[in-house]
């Protein structure tokens, strides 16, 4: 995946970097691409529902109420006010939080990557959900681990499969896992949702088999229908919950600003590690913004113009794709996940796909080792809600010609 060619000083580079650097897909789906075709692969907010008035506004007034301090290091008032903007709004999610547990960092990517800084030694085991979000996949091959994939059904991480699997390692004398990491809300690629049940066996496990959850929420906020659980940490009675959340989905990914809400004295060692994470412009101009409930006005709005590109793509799903094709109903969030029928390759489908006029991500790409070959996920995030239909309509055909080259075959 590595395009450019070596300078003949590869050799330089670090153990990790030289072991990942050809392995790695991550990157792979910025080339699944085509101008003529409809981008459902795409997992971006669509552009106009970047508030880009209101931040001009915001940047203006923060000058005019700071002026040099907002952009000295450290920042002004604002910059500071930032994790009391934080713990409120984690309060009203259910936890119940101080300042001193939050650690400010640039984005969910950057809260993950402190908390495997912070956590992983190389040979220790990760387990993630079987399929995962790949920049975290990205994240944890960094690091040396071995990657375990857990089970999940429509309904998340499949806890009773993870508790004989915990069990059977403790049996055998097999590595437990140090941190279990989870998309609890809206997950990426399958739009499922843990119910609270499920998240209340997981943190006993947890407390059993003593690992740490690393809980990653960025789309739980964009919720289009039903009752929210709480979250992992707000039922975590025993700290080992590392929250991460960003505002990369709800204000804009070019503000990149995230934060981690975990125990004070994990904060303490994240402040340390994640050295230079500190966005004090960024932090300044979204604690100025978030000001008289515009961020939240706007979480609203983004729910509205979300809630109908999601409507559309299930829809447009119902309505056009040939039988066999089955994909999940998500509350909330950016995406979809599809099950094409038996015999069909997702990835080698994709070119057929484009050729048609429209792209997505082959399934496969969210797995740490095998699996997702029938799947792919789609994002009705970035695209209009006519567009959304225009590639359904692409893929279908797709799908339905592939099904009767599959049938010829067999
Ligand atoms: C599950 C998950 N975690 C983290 C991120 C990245 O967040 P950020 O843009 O804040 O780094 C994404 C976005 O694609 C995501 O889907």
């Known amino acids: 995946m590595n395009g450019s060619e070596s300078n003949g000083l590869d050799h330089l580079f670090s153990e990790t970097v030289r072991e990942t650097m050809n392995a790695s897909v991550y990157g792979a789906w910025r080339s699944i691409r085509d101008a003529e075709a409809v981008p459902l692969s795409f997992g971006f907010p669509y552009p106009e529902s970047f508030p880009n008035e209101e931040l001009v506004s915001a940047a203006e007034s923060l000058f005019e109420y700071e002026g040099d301090r907002a952009l000295q290091y450290g920042g002004g008032e604002y910059a500071d006010a930032l994790p009391e ?13 101080t300042t001193s547990q939050i650690h400010l960092t640039n984005g969910a990517t950057n809260a993950i990557d ?33 990657i375990e994939g857990c089970e999940m059904d429509a309904h998340g991480l499949d806890v009773e499969a993870l508790a004989d699997e915990l ?17 609890p809300n809206f997950h990426n690629p399958t739009g499922v949702t843990l119910p609270e049940d499920r998240r209340e066996r997981l943190l006993e496990l947890a407390e059993t088999y003593d690992f740490l959850v ?29 929250r991460a959340n960003t505002f990369s989905k709800t204000v804009a990914p070019g503000v990149r ?43 609203e709005e983004l729910c509205v113009g979300y809630r109908e590109r999601r409507d559309r793509m299930l829809e447009s799903l119902a309505e056009r794709m040939p039988p066999g094709t089955t994909w999940s109903e998500p509350d909330g969030g950016f995406f979809v996940w ?9 990835e080698e489908m994709l070119p057929d796909a484009i050729d048609e006029g429209v792209t997505y991500l082959p399934g496969s790409f969210f797995y740490a080792d095998e699996g997702g070959t029938r799947n792919a996920r789609l994002s009705f995030s970035h695209v209009s809600p006519a567009g959304i239909d225009e590639g359904i309509a692409a893929l279908a055909t797709t799908v339905r010609a592939e099904a009767s080259a599959v049938e010829a075959d067999d």
């Open 85 to 97: 903007v934080i713990v409120e709004r984690a309060r009203d999610r259910g936890m119940d939080c």
């Open 114 to 146: 402190t908390a495997c800084q912070t956590f992983l030694d190389p040979g220790d085991t990760v387990f993630v959900e079987a399929p995962t979000f790949m920049g975290a996949l990205r994240l944890f091959r960094n690091y040396g681990v071995d």
């Open 167 to 183: 069990e059977a390692r403790e049996a055998a004398g097999a590595a437990l896992p140090k941190l279990l990491y989870t998309i």
């Open 214 to 242: 690393l809980e990653d929420d960025p789309y739980g906020q964009l919720r289009y229908d039903g009752a929210e659980p709480p979250p992992i940490r707000a039922l975590d009675g025993s700290g080992r919950t590392i």
């Open 257 to 299: 600003t995230g934060w981690i809400v975990a125990e004070e004295s994990f904060v303490e060692q994240f402040d340390r590690i994640n050295a230079g994470g500190e966005p004090s412009y960024t932090r300044g101009l979204i604690a100025r913004y978030a000001e008289d409930g515009r961020l939240d006005r706007a979480i």
């Open 338 to 346: 599809l099950e094409f029928p038996e015999g069909i390759d997702a």
